[in-house]
């Protein structure tokens, strides 16, 4: 791979929008180029891992894409920074320091898990909901191991079968929705007859389970590792022996990259696009649930209408405007449906770590006024994860709107920053 290259097309993140967004770009001829930091493609939903081969959609997809030759995929390459001039600075672990030109870019970035702490949410043992399935997927061994899901949203369900799959038990689902609000989407299922088949299957087996609604996590206790987890089950404290709590409450975008770049986000503080997923940034679209959580299928048929209109042949985009029209009203109900209570929302006591790669606890920011300040006294968001898990808590407990990224946005070497060149020429902040 040389240094330095030019695509027509650059597609970053190679999860369902990224790849269908690539193939609709390959279609009229332009020369493509799909990167991901992960080592195989497929994204959260289609991760791939020993004795995880890859799944249907993602098969076909990928064929399709490697039928094309002139389309380049690069695996286990990050975007470190933009710079200016259309281009980026990746880096590799294998090739180092790169950069990449485009014409037109498309992010597909794809969303983070919303991780809100609680006493001993650090011991080992204490991960997101979708971070379990990642190690599972992973290749880690959770056979006989006891497994309390937490937090809000389908994605516990999600984790749920996976972690079965892998021989776990799962001793409860613990979920801060109302049982009204659940059985009300439980309902709404019906509009789309492949979620409910997929809920169907994801909670087969279910008679049994715990799954606790209008519950959320309190405490993990453990020495040296989680032991029990305390639950708030309808105001009385209920305590689970365990060797594993998998907790997160929902997902949130992830927009970096579009904030380096300059993007407009919405209320949601998502990537603001348009009606054919252009952003704010003349040349720059975005597709998939770094512009609103919303699942694989809205995040595939924004894809391909973004690759679309990146390559700039003449396409008739009306069939996948109203399949995106389907996809959004669902999201919109699952929004309703697991929005946080007050519950999840509640600030954990003074002494509960925040910020976990700096030490910083909630009581040590919560009397600065904005994220800022707080950083600025406290290091809080300063360390490797550069504030992605504690800005979104602080974002959510504080209302402090989204810290504003500063590139590099991950640890890069010290080569890497050399090959973006004189500073001037990162894309200024
Ligand atoms: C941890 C986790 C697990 C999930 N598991 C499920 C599940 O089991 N079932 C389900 O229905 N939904 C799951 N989801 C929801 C899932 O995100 C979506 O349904 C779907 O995968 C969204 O597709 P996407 O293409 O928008 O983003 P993603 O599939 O998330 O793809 C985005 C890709 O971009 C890459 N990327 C981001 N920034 C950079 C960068 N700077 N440089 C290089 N690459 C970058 C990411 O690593 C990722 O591979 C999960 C979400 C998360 C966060």
Excluded at 292 to 318: C, F, K, Q, S, Y
Excluded at 402 to 425: D, H, K, N, V, Y
């Amino acid at each position: 791979m040389s240094v330095n290259q030019h695509y027509d097309v650059v597609v970053v993140g190679a999860g369902p929008a990224g790849l269908n967004a690539a193939r609709a770009a390959a279609q009229a001829g332009a020369r493509v180029a799909v990167l991901d930091d992960n080592p195989r493609v497929g994204g959260q939903i289609w991760r791939q891992g020993p004795g995880h081969a890859p799944k249907a959609p993602l098969r076909e997809v990928h064929a399709a894409l490697q039928a094309y030759p002139n389309v380049a995929v690069w695996s286990s390459v990050r975007v470190v920074a933009p710079l200016a001039g259309r281009a980026l600075l990746l880096e590799s672990a294998e090739h180092g320091g790169m950069r990449i030109g485009y014409g037109q870019l498309i992010l597909a970035t794809g969303a983070r898990e919303r991780l809100l702490p609680f006493a001993g949410w650090t011991l080992p043992g204490v991960t997101g909901a979708g971070a379990l399935q990642a190690l599972i997927k992973g290749g880690t061994p959770v056979r006989e191991e006891r497994i309390v899901i937490a937090g809000s949203g389908p994605l516990l369900l999600a984790s749920l079968a996976t972690a079965r799959a892998a021989g776990a038990e799962v001793v409860a689902v613990i979920e801060q929705a109302p049982a009204a609000s659940l059985a009300r989407f439980t309902a709404s299922l019906v509009a789309t007859p492949s979620k409910l088949m997929q809920a169907a299957q994801l909670t087969r087996g279910f008679v049994g389970l715990r799954y606790w609604s209008d519950s959320v996590v309190r405490e993990a206790r453990g020495a040296g590792r989680v032991e029990q987890v305390t639950i708030l089950r309808g105001g009385r404290e209920v305590t689970l022996a365990c060797d594993r709590v998998a907790c997160g409450y929902g997902l949130v975008p992830n927009v970096t990259l579009a904030q380096a770049l300059g993007c407009a986000l919405d209320e949601r503080g998502a990537v603001r696009v348009d009606d054919t997923q252009r952003t704010s940034v003349e040349g720059v679209l975005a597709a998939g649930e770094c512009t609103g959580v919303g699942g694989m299928e809205l995040a595939r048929t924004e894809g391909a209408i973004a690759g679309w209109v990146a390559n700039g042949a003449p396409h008739d985009l009306t069939t996948l405007r109203a399949q995106r029209s389907r996809w959004q009203r669902f999201a919109e109900r699952v929004d309703t449906a697991f929005a946080l209570g007050a519950a999840a929302r509640a600030l954990p006591p003074a002494d509960t770590l925040l910020c976990r790669c700096e030490d910083v606890t909630i009581g040590d920011v919560q009397a600065y006024p904005h994220w800022r300040d707080a950083k600025l006294h406290t290091r809080c968001g300063m360390g490797a994860c550069q504030g992605r898990i504690c800005g979104t808590a602080a974002s959510t407990y504080f209302g402090w709107p989204a810290a504003q990224p500063r590139p590099p946005f991950q640890p890069a070497q010290i080569a890497t920053l050399i090959e973006a060149g004189e500073s001037a020429s990162v894309q200024a902040q």
